[in-house]
C-alpha cells in the first residue's frame, strides 16, 4: 500500500494527472478533463465551473499489485488549509512543477513543509509538450530554490510539439541503451554519480569502473528516496497521458509503504470532513495503529467522548463502498461520528504525526444575507463550512446580527458565494475584505483575579505576561505548586488562556508572548472546576491593560519580475505601500525584486500590476509573518461577547451560559 499525497502550484496539472492515473490504472473506464468540469475528483459544483480544486479529495487505485490511495490537493494559495491537512497523513509525495511556468511561490511553501515533515518526495516535471516549455530552465530553479539533490531518473529529449515521451535512464535493455542520445548518456552518468555520492563503497566502485549498474544504483536511490536525501525528478506531460505510467512506477518503486501496526492501540487523525444528505457527517481517518470495525465504540482522545461508528466507507470522488474494516496504515471515511472535528485524534495519540502550519488567514469579510428570514439559516450554513475547514473560525456577533469569516483570499470568497448558493440555496453576499491584524505586549506585566463573588465561588489567579519572540505565538506555564492549586483546576487554567488572549485590549487575537501562572488559589468546599473557565480571562485581560499591547500587521513575501522599462515606476510603487526590498538583478530585459510588503497596502496590487507593467509582470506572494505597525495604525474590531474588563457584567453572562450548558 502508498498513501500519497499530489501538490503544486494551481495549473499545473495536479488534477489532470489524477484523473490519468486512475484512467490507466483502470479505475475508471473514460477519461474525464477538468477543463470540461468531468474531473472524478472535482466533484464540487464549484469545482466543475471554475476548473480548479477547492478540496483535497481522496481517491484509490491499483498498480503493479500495490494498492494506492491518493489525495489530490488544491493548489490556489487560498485553499492552502486543505494541503495542510492532507500533509499530515501522507507517507509520500508527488510535486508538481509545470515546465513552462516552473517554482512558483506555492510551490516553495509546500517543499518546504514537506522537508519539515520528513516526507518522501518525487518531483514530476508536466507540460512537456506546451509552448514555452524549458526543461533545463526549470531543473536550475528547482536545483536553486528546492534542493540540490533533485535528480533527474529520466533523460527528457525533445519538448513543445516534439515532445514523444522521457527516455528511462534505469531499468532499459541493451536494445534501449544502444539507442540512447548523447543527452540520454550524459544524463545517466550525472544520475550515477549523484546516487553513488551518499555512499564511499560505491563511490569507490564508480571511480574504480566508471559505471554501476542498474542493481547497485536502485537500491541506492530507493534508500537515498526514503531518507528524503534524494528527490527522483520525472518529466512528462499529463493531458496526453505522457509519463504517468513511469510515474505511478516510481510511486510504488520509490515511495514507501505506509507504517502502521494492527497489533497496537487504536490511534488515527481525523484530517477531512464533508456530509452526505443520507449518511450524514462522513470523518475521513488516517490509521496509524489498531484496527477500527462497523459498530465499534470508539474514544476520541481530543474531546473526551465515546462515538460509534455506523459504517466505515471507501470514497472515490462522490461514489463509495462499504468495507466494515479500517487497519492500520489505511485511510477510509468513517461515519456515524456527529461532533467530530478536523484535528481530532482517535484512540491514543501514541504514533499520530504533529500537524505542519502553512494556512495563516490574513483577511476577515462580513457576510451579508436577503432577508431577516435567512439569518439563521446563514448562520447553520457557515458553521457547517466552518467545521469542515475550521480556519474560516465564523465569528457570529448575536447582539449585533452580524457574521464575521476569516478567510485567506478573494477566490475563496468568491467559492463560499458559490457553496452557499448551490448547497444551501442561500444567497449570501460578502463586504470588502479587512486585514487580520494581532496584538503583542508592550511590556512585562501582572494580571490578577480573586474571584470569590457571587458565592458559591472561589478561584485566585496571578499571571506574569511578558513579550515573546517575533512569531513564537503562545508559551504557557505553571510554577504554582498542586497542594496550592490541584492540577485538575491548573489544567483547566491551561486549557483557558489561548481562549482568552483571542481577543485583545483591541479586540484582536494576542500572540508572541509568555505566560506563566505564579499563584492560584482554590477552595476546600467552594471551589467549583468551572470557577476557573471564569476567572482565567478576566485574570488575562487584567494584565493586558497592565502590559498595554503592540499592534501587529500580516507582511508577504514577494518575487516580482518585470520588463526593466517597469521597473522605477514599481520600486516607488513598492516604497509607498510601505515594502522593503533587495537590490533589483537585472536578467535578460528583466528586472527580479524580492522582498517584503505589508499585507493592508498591497490588497490590490496584483489587479494593478497587470495594468503597470501591460501585463508582462509576474508577482508570487507567501505569507512571511507577522510585524509591528508603524504607530499612526490605528486598527480596532468589534468584541464579541462581553469583555472580561467589565468584571460584573461578565460573571453574570459566563454563570449563565455555562449553567445552561
Not at 550515477?192 to 564511499?200: F, G, L, N, Q, S
Not at 542493481?215 to 527522483?232: H, K, M, N, T, W
Not at 512585562?444 to 515573546?468: N, S
Request: net charge negative.
Amino acid at each position: 500500500m502508498r498513501n500519497v499525497g499530489i501538490f503544486a502550484h494551481v495549473d499545473a496539472g495536479k488534477t489532470t494527472t489524477t484523473e490519468q492515473m486512475l484512467y490507466r490504472s483502470g479505475r475508471i473506464r473514460s477519461l474525464g478533463s477538468v477543463d470540461d468540469g468531468t474531473a472524478q475528483t472535482d466533484w464540487l459544483e464549484v469545482e466543475r465551473t471554475r476548473g480548479i480544486s477547492v478540496r483535497s479529495a481522496v481517491t484509490r487505485f491499483e498498480w503493479k499489485g500495490v494498492r494506492i490511495n491518493l489525495v489530490d490537493t488544491p493548489g490556489h494559495v487560498d485553499f492552502l488549509s486543505e494541503v495542510e491537512r492532507s500533509l499530515r497523513v501522507m507517507d509520500g509525495a508527488v510535486l508538481i512543477v509545470s515546465s513552462v511556468e516552473g517554482v512558483q511561490a506555492q510551490t516553495e511553501v509546500i517543499w518546504q513543509a514537506l522537508r519539515d515533515l520528513g516526507i518522501p518526495t518525487l518531483l514530476y516535471m508536466n507540460k512537456l509538450d506546451r509552448t514555452g516549455a524549458e526543461p533545463e530552465r526549470v531543473l536550475g530553479e528547482i536545483h536553486r530554490l528546492l534542493s540540490a539533490n533533485a535528480v533527474p531518473v529520466q533523460s527528457c529529449g525533445d519538448v513543445e510539439g516534439a515532445f514523444s515521451g522521457p527516455i528511462e535512464l534505469l531499468q532499459v535493455g541493451e536494445e534501449a541503451r544502444a539507442a540512447w542520445s548523447e543527452q540520454a548518456r550524459a544524463d545517466r552518468e550525472r544520475l550515477a554519480e549523484k546516487i553513488a555520492e551518499r555512499d564511499d563503497a560505491l563511490l569507490e566502485r564508480y571511480f574504480e569502473r566508471g559505471s554501476l549498474d542498474d542493481s547497485e544504483l536502485i537500491p541506492a536511490l530507493q534508500d537515498g528516496v526514503r531518507r528524503c536525501e534524494l528527490f527522483p525528478v520525472l518529466y512528462g506531460a499529463s493531458n496526453r497521458g505522457i509519463g504517468v505510467d513511469a510515474l505511478m512506477d516510481a510511486i510504488v518503486g520509490l515511495l514507501p509503504p505506509p507504517e502502521g501496526n494492527e497489533e497496537k492501540p487504536l490511534s488515527g487523525v481525523v484530517f477531512k470532513l464533508d456530509k452526505d444528505p443520507t449518511m450524514g457527517r462522513l470523518a475521513y481517518v488516517r490509521l496509524y495503529g489498531g484496527v477500527l470495525r462497523n459498530r465499534d465504540t470508539v474514544r476520541n482522545h481530543s474531546l473526551n467522548i465515546e462515538e460509534k461508528v455506523t459504517q466505515i466507507r471507501k470514497m472515490d470522488g462522490q461514489r463509495s463502498e462499504d468495507v466494515g474494516i479500517l487497519k492500520a496504515g489505511d485511510i477510509a471515511v468513517v461515519c456515524g461520528w456527529s461532533r467530530v472535528r478536523i484535528g481530532d485524534i482517535i484512540g491514543v495519540s501514541e504514533g499520530v504525526p504533529g500537524v505542519r502550519r502553512l494556512a495563516e488567514p490574513l483577511l476577515t469579510v462580513q457576510a451579508h444575507w436577503r432577508s431577516e428570514a435567512e439569518y439563521p439559516a446563514v448562520v447553520a450554513a457557515l458553521q457547517e463550512l466552518a467545521d469542515e475547514d475550521p480556519y474560516l473560525d465564523v465569528q457570529w456577533l448575536q447582539e449585533d446580527r452580524e457574521l464575521h469569516l476569516r478567510v485567506m483570499g478573494p477566490i475563496q470568497v468568491e467559492v463560499l458565494g458559490q457553496m452557499l448558493l448551490s448547497r444551501y440555496g442561500l444567497e449570501v453576499n460578502f463586504g470588502e475584505p479587512s486585514v487580520i491584524y494581532k496584538e503583542t505586549p508592550a511590556q512585562k506585566g501582572e494580571g490578577f483575579v480573586a474571584y470569590t463573588m457571587p458565592k458559591p465561588c472561589w478561584a485566585i489567579l496571578r499571571f506574569v505576561i511578558e513579550p515573546g519572540e517575533r512569531g513564537s505565538g503562545l508559551e504557557y506555564r505553571s510554577i504554582v505548586r498542586p497542594e496550592r492549586l490541584l492540577d485538575s483546576y491548573q489544567n483547566e487554567v491551561a486549557r483557558r488562556v489561548p481562549e482568552a488572549l483571542e481577543q485583545g485590549l483591541k479586540g484582536w487575537p494576542v500572540t508572541d508572548l509568555k505566560v506563566t501562572l505564579i499563584e492560584g488559589e482554590h477552595h476546600v468546599w467552594h471551589t467549583h472546576p468551572l470557577d476557573f473557565v471564569v476567572a482565567t480571562p478576566m485574570g488575562i485581560m487584567d494584565g493586558l491593560v497592565n502590559t498595554g499591547t503592540i499592534l501587529l500587521e500580516p507582511m508577504l513575501r514577494f518575487r516580482l519580475s518585470t520588463p526593466e522599462e517597469f521597473g522605477g515606476k514599481l520600486m516607488s510603487e513598492l516604497s509607498v505601500m510601505r515594502g522593503e526590498f533587495d537590490m533589483p538583478v537585472v536578467r535578460q530585459g528583466r528586472m527580479e525584486l524580492e522582498g517584503r510588503l505589508p499585507v493592508a497596502t498591497s490588497l490590490d496590487f496584483p489587479a494593478r500590476l497587470g495594468s503597470m507593467t501591460k501585463g508582462r509582470g509576474t508577482l508570487t506572494t507567501y505569507f512571511d509573518g507577522y510585524q509591528e505597525c508603524p504607530r499612526d495604525v490605528n486598527a480596532e474590531r468589534s468584541r464579541r461577547g462581553v469583555n472580561p474588563l467589565d468584571t460584573s457584567k461578565y460573571i453574570l453572562a459566563t454563570r449563565n451560559a455555562l449553567s445552561i450548558g
